[in-house]
């Protein structure tokens, strides 16, 4: 475990100790629930943390197939259009980033 245990006080990395009072030292199978609740809870709440929009530099454009991080060399200056619409839909689908 990387989280010392608040029930029997064993380092990280230990196993947890059966805490039945006799002192002999035996290994629980399984850490005590103090132990794992923190780390059960950082991982609920890490999934449940939406994740950050793409952006349009992120994706290749499909008008000029410039490379991702590579501008745009439209008419106006700007994005074109397809490539706003391509960072939209990776971030509806919730693609990840390569």
């Known amino acids: 475990m990387k989280r010392n245990c608040p029930r029997c006080h ?3 990395g230990a196993d947890c100790a059966i805490g039945d009072g006799t ?5 629980r199978a399984v850490p005590h629930d103090e132990r ?5 809870e950082e991982r609920k709440n890490k ?4 994740p950050r929009p793409w952006r349009v530099y992120e994706v290749t454009c499909p ?4 490379a991702p991080g590579a501008r ?3 008419p106006s200056g700007g994005v074109h259009r397809s490539r706003v619409d391509l ?3 990776n971030t509806r689908k ?3 980033r390569s």
């Open 87 to 89: 960072a939209r839909e």
């Open 36 to 40: 794992l609740l923190p780390i059960v």
């Open 23 to 27: 002192g002999t030292g035996e290994v």
């Open 72 to 74: 745009c060399a439209s």
């Open 94 to 96: 919730g693609l990840p």
């Open 47 to 50: 999934a449940q943390q939406t």
């Open 10 to 12: 064993a380092g990280k």
């Open 63 to 66: 008008d000029r197939g410039k």
